[in-house]
């Protein structure tokens, strides 16, 4: 049976303006590509301690609702907001990077209306929408990062929530690019001539799993406003959501990363 989520309402003026606290992006993206559905999957690769699990939960569910109330958004993005978790203590416990990509990559081939709501098997769904293409890691150490603070002026029922800490995000779509994939032959010609190599000329970084490039597939983002605010970064209509990564990333090993500045 197809899921059918309730179609939004239509847009109104203010609605396609470019105000960035608005979240303009993520409502544009459900209306261009015909599927409501939002918000990144995550990947639980811990499961030491299932109380405190249990607890971030909640408050990245109230953060996420928060963030979308004070940027007038909770009406219209509210509903679709889909925080949906990866749970497999046997397959998913202490895995790694790769293999969490590869699971994602499999859940976005294998999407279909029926498990993921009415739009999803469209074949130009996962080019329009950041929750087929990224996803959400999170281990032990981006758990034992997590501070809740909770003040209760100007706030929601549960209290208004700042979440401090991280996670990580993982590009989909990664692949690692093989030593001398963008020379041509003519290039490498050249370079025998000089006595060169194409790895003479790359540019090498301290390995992060086994990875010398700058871009590893992967960056640390802020707990907090990593489920709206990221995403709608990525939701941008100005580049690609590749493209808009780019523009955040960070290698995770850099100090200004948001691991090192939360």
Sequence with gaps: ??????????????????????????VRSMFTSGYHRWGFLIYRCTYENQAAWDIYMHYLGLNAEQNLEGCGRLTRLGPYLKRTVVEDRKTLDGASVDAVRKHFRHWVETRSDERDGS????????????????????????LDSIRIQTKFEHAPADGSVSLRGYMILIDSDFFPRESGGDFTEEDLEELREEGLTPEDLEEHYA???????YDIGWMYVHASGAMTGMYERLASPMSSPKEARELDYRRPDDPLSDRYTD
Aim: glycine fraction near 6%.
């Design 207 to 213: 390995p992060i799993d086994g990875n010398t490039e």
């Design 1 to 26: 049976m197809v899921i059918e989520d309730p179609s939004p309402p239509p847009l109104v003026p203010w609605e396609t303006d470019d105000n960035p606290f608005g979240a303009p992006y993520t």
């Design 119 to 142: 739009g999803a098997s469209r074949e130009h769904v996962p080019r329009q929408s950041p929750r087929y293409q990224y996803c959400l890691y999170f281990d032990k150490e981006c």
